[in-house]
């Protein structure tokens, strides 16, 4: 099994015949064995046998992480990173990088406390090791973007996603499709503090990078061949981020055709009964519904006396906020997908009968990828 380096290059994965061999490895660390030994000479068949056993290491906790065992991957990356402090020192790359992965571990385990704080560290370290503007502070920064968005600490996250954002753009230029994510993040942070004209902004960039990309994204030149496809769902996410803002404004024909635009690219890749589709066509007849009731004056009704946004747009807890963050795979742990307010069509007298509630941990957030950071780092 492979797992994706910091270089990008694939690490192949031990096969389960090794795992007593990986186990007793991790035992030797605890005990203070071959990892905890001191420098050794780079040269040396010492340290060509140090970094073959730190790689079964590093291996067993990416094994465990995609089988979700949680504790146990946080346990060992634990292991290596007080290993790599007892041998290099609190601010060598290697011990940024082993905090970078304990991060993404309490990511995916929902842990987003946790996260902060060891994808703080991670950059603090990254920093302290490689500099500033080295494009691995860009992705510790993401993650750490990402894991104040989902603490909703929004400022935080946005101070985060802005600094990657001039790592990336400085390192990879101005239309990188890791820019674009970056800005979509941005444009989710902003959404959330309702600064909804710079979100607008955001995502709007982040939509032109999406579309070039898709032209010059094939299985031919790409290194996935699903990489069409999740390009594909990060356009539909930024589409329906930009409906969340359309429909907050009242402008209602443009968010169903932001809205339809996403759903027929979430169908070309997930077919019609994805949950996700499904959810983008309640979406859908949600906003529509709604631009019903508005004209009916239905609003004015129920919610006679609230303020309007930019002159006639709908109340603030109106929306369908949505936001993208680590990378583009579909899935609750990688992309946050549109979530409809059912409470306030309840208040106007709509039924919710259909609709289903979607935890606010998967709006429409780019994740995963070196994007934000969900990808393992190797050591």
Not at 84 to 103: D, F
Not at 122 to 142: I, N, Y
Not at 361 to 370: E, I, L
Request: hydrophobic share 35%; glycine share 8%.
């Amino acid at each position: 099994m492979a797992v994706t380096s910091s270089n990008g290059r694939k690490e192949q994965r031990s096969s389960p015949g090794e795992k007593k061999s990986q186990s007793n490895s991790l035992e030797s660390i605890r005990k203070g064995g071959t990892f905890d030994t001191g420098p050794v000479d780079m040269d040396s068949g010492q340290f060509l046998a140090a970094e073959h056993h730190l790689k079964a290491i590093h291996d067993m906790a990416a094994e465990h992480l995609d089988h979700g065992e949680y504790d146990e991957a946080r346990e060992v990356f634990e292991e290596i990173l007080r290993g790599q402090r007892q041998r290099y020192g609190e601010k060598h790359h290697r011990v940024g990088t082993a905090l970078h992965n304990i991060g993404i571990v309490h990511l995916r385990s929902g842990n987003f406390a946790r996260a902060s704080k060891a994808s703080s560290q991670a950059v603090k370290v990254r920093k302290q090791a490689l500099g500033p503007d080295h494009p691995d502070v860009a992705v510790s920064l993401a993650q750490l973007g990402v894991s104040h968005l989902e603490c909703s600490q929004h400022k935080d996250a946005l101070v985060a996603f802005r600094e990657a954002l001039k790592i990336r753009r400085k390192c990879l230029g101005p239309r990188h499709p890791k820019v674009g994510k970056l800005l979509n993040n941005i444009g989710c942070s902003l959404f959330e503090l309702n600064e909804l004209k710079g979100a607008k902004i955001a995502f709007e960039e982040a939509l032109i990078i999406q579309r070039t990309m898709m032209r010059t994204t094939s299985p031919v030149n790409s290194a996935s061949v699903e990489a069409p496809n999740q390009v594909l769902l990060s356009i539909a996410s930024t589409l329906c981020n930009i409906g969340s803002i359309k429909l907050r404004w009242g402008e209602f024909e443009e968010a169903i055709l932001a809205l339809e635009e996403a759903l027929l690219l979430q169908q070309s890749v997930l077919g019609d009964e994805d949950p996700t589709v499904l959810n983008t066509v309640e979406s859908i007849d949600f906003v529509d519904r709604a631009r019903i009731a508005y004209e009916e004056n239905l609003f004015e009704e129920k919610f006679g006396g609230c303020s309007s946004i930019n002159g006639g747009g709908l109340p603030e807890n109106m929306s369908l906020p949505g936001c993208s963050g680590l990378s583009d795979n579909a899935g609750p742990a990688v992309t946050r997908m549109m979530n409809i307010n059912i409470g306030l069509m309840q208040n106007m007298g709509f039924s919710n009968r259909g609709h289903r509630k979607v935890n606010k941990s998967t709006k429409n957030r780019q994740a995963n990828d070196d994007g934000t950071g969900q990808d393992l780092h190797w050591i």
